[in-house]
């Protein structure tokens, strides 16, 4: 399989390039021209085109060929990057590729989530913040999955809890709203995310959803799976 990692730099981006060898994908990453020294571990076993994730031109020639396209849709700035970048996948993407998108839990797609009074205060308060200082535009993240959801590509949306740093604790759970009990803990280890996007390339079941996730290990999770917590 052949595959496009979009935003492969970042923290998240790099776990997926490794779940992706790992499988032994041939994987193509895109990331800003000043973050190519980041991949330098994967840089003899790689393809690596450098450049904004938005631009159109080189995102048609990152997914030429390939078989499915992992997007981190990164928010910066105010200029429409996450959406821009969104806008290329959907457009360029090899018909019948599997496109598998990142984001926060703070994304909805039918109205159906229940977020806590003190969660829709942060994102406020933050959201606020990040876009007066012109860093990030957590408005377009919610515009790029519009688009993605009005699609009518083989997109799947990855919604994030809290993550933190370690080994992998296996494959996340993952449920249709937050708000679910499974998804109480709010907390997923970032290698396992990367590792759920992976996955979620050859699961067809995955198609059309936007699975709001959380760890397979977390207090929650466990006791959604009957196992007692100590």
């Given at each position: 399989?052949?595959?496009?990692?979009?935003?492969?730099?970042?923290?998240?981006?790099?776990?997926?390039?490794?779940?992706?060898?790992?499988?032994?994908?041939e994987?193509?990453?895109?990331c800003?021209?000043?973050?190519?020294?980041?991949?330098?571990?994967?840089?003899?076993r790689?393809?690596?085109?450098?450049?904004?994730?938005?631009?159109?031109?080189?995102?048609?020639?990152?997914?030429?060929?390939?078989?499915?396209?992992?997007?981190?849709?990164?928010?910066?700035?105010?200029?429409?990057?996450?959406?821009?970048?969104?806008?290329?996948?959907?457009?360029?993407?090899?018909?019948?590729?599997?496109?598998i998108?990142?984001?926060g839990?703070?994304?909805?797609?039918?109205?159906q989530?229940?977020?806590?009074?003190?969660?829709?205060?942060?994102?406020?308060?933050?959201?606020?913040?990040?876009?007066?200082?012109?860093?990030v535009?957590?408005?377009d993240?919610?515009?790029?999955?519009?688009?993605?959801?009005?699609?009518?590509?083989?997109?799947?949306?990855?919604?994030?809890?809290?993550?933190?740093?370690?080994?992998?604790?296996?494959?996340?759970?993952w449920?249709?709203?937050?708000?679910?009990?499974?998804?109480?803990?709010?907390?997923?280890?970032?290698?396992?995310?990367?590792?759920?996007?992976?996955?979620?390339?050859?699961?067809?079941?995955?198609?059309?959803?936007?699975?709001?996730i959380?760890?397979?290990?977390?207090?929650?999770?466990?006791?959604?799976?009957?196992?007692?917590?100590?």
């Amino acid at each position: 399989m052949k595959i496009c990692i979009v935003g492969a730099s970042g923290k998240l981006g790099k776990y997926m390039v490794q779940h992706a060898l790992d499988r032994g994908y041939e994987v193509v990453g895109v990331c800003r021209a000043k973050s190519v020294p980041k991949l330098d571990a994967f840089k003899d076993r790689i393809t690596i085109l450098p450049g904004p994730t938005n631009d159109r031109e080189l995102i048609q020639k990152a997914v030429q060929g390939c078989d499915g396209v992992l997007t981190v849709l990164a928010p910066w700035g105010v200029h429409d990057y996450a959406s821009g970048t969104a806008q290329a996948v959907l457009d360029y993407a090899q018909p019948g590729a599997r496109l598998i998108f990142s984001c926060g839990w703070h994304i909805t797609r039918d109205g159906q989530d229940v977020y806590s009074t003190l969660f829709k205060v942060l994102v406020a308060i933050i959201g606020f913040i990040v876009r007066l200082v012109r860093l990030v535009d957590l408005n377009d993240q919610v515009e790029a999955c519009r688009r993605i959801f009005a699609s009518d590509t083989r997109w799947t949306v990855v919604r994030g809890s809290d993550l933190e740093e370690g080994p992998s604790e296996g494959l996340p759970v993952w449920s249709h709203h937050v708000g679910d009990p499974i998804l109480k803990s709010n907390l997923t280890r970032r290698i396992d995310f990367a590792l759920f996007m992976v996955e979620a390339l050859t699961n067809d079941d995955l198609i059309h959803e936007a699975p709001a996730i959380v760890g397979c290990k977390t207090a929650s999770a466990l006791e959604h799976a009957g196992v007692t917590v100590q």
